[in-house]
């Protein structure tokens, strides 16, 4: 199967942009990935975040937004706030199977 | 309000067999494909299995193959992950999620599996 790869941990100020990147060993992110993006706080449920590349759940803050870039599936975030802080995983399709990236680390600070 | 709830887990000895449920409330579950993912203790999400809205279409993980079964009873509004020959890296906590086209994953709150002797 499939690999997805995503930086281990990234560090971002408050007010700060950071952007968390999600690659497949298969070749280029293109939106038939369907890439989805969530975010999992310690001890809690994954939730999403994004979904089909670039559209927000009801709930997602106007400060995340998700785009291809370079190849990739890219989650950007502007303005961080402190309880942006958790881990990221990105989700790919492959024509049926599902793989979720490592998951990236994401402290504010 | 959109509601999954896992259950079955629990303590088993590996090489032991296990079935998960979930069952689906606030929305119509046939509209839906299902997902099972599993997180291990410190560990990052893994993909499990797959199932389509009519159970025509279903997919697992490598490293569960031959191992899994996935089915649902839309009838039930419920989801299983059938889980036999288990070993110590199958524990983890498991979700089922629901995936509707091009729309947001909704996910339970999970069940513990813990393979140990």
């Known amino acids: 199967q499939a690999v997805v790869t995503q930086e281990p941990s990234l560090t971002v100020s408050p007010g700060g942009t950071v952007t968390l990147t999600c690659g497949s060993s298969t070749g280029g992110v293109t939106s038939g990935h369907y890439p989805y993006w969530f975010q999992q706080k310690a001890g809690q449920a994954p939730r999403t975040l994004i979904y089909?590349?670039?559209k927000k759940h009801s709930w997602t803050p106007a400060r995340f937004s998700g785009s291809l870039l370079g190849g990739k599936a890219a989650l950007t975030l502007s303005g961080a706030q402190p309880e942006d802080e958790a881990e990221y995983y990105c989700l790919l399709s492959y024509s049926g199977p599902r793989v979720f990236g490592g998951g990236t680390k994401l402290t504010v600070l | 309000e959109v509601q999954l709830v896992e259950s079955g887990g629990g303590l088993v000895q590996p090489g032991g067999s296990l079935r998960l449920s979930c069952a689906a409330f606030?929305?119509?579950?046939?509209?839906?494909?299902m997902n099972w993912v599993r997180q291990a203790p410190g560990k990052g999400l893994e993909w499990v299995s797959y199932i389509s809205i009519s159970s025509s279409t279903i997919k697992f993980a490598d490293s569960v193959k031959g191992r899994f079964t996935i089915s649902r009873d839309n009838a039930k509004n419920s989801l299983y992950l059938q889980m036999n020959s288990l070993r110590a890296e199958d524990t983890a906590v498991y979700y089922c999620?629901?995936?509707?086209?091009?729309?947001?994953?909704?996910w339970g709150q999970g069940t513990l599996v813990t393979v140990s002797s």
């Open positions: 999620a629901r995936e509707g086209k091009q729309q947001p994953w909704d």
């Open positions: 606030g929305f119509t579950f046939s509209n839906y494909n």
């Open positions: 089909d590349t670039s």
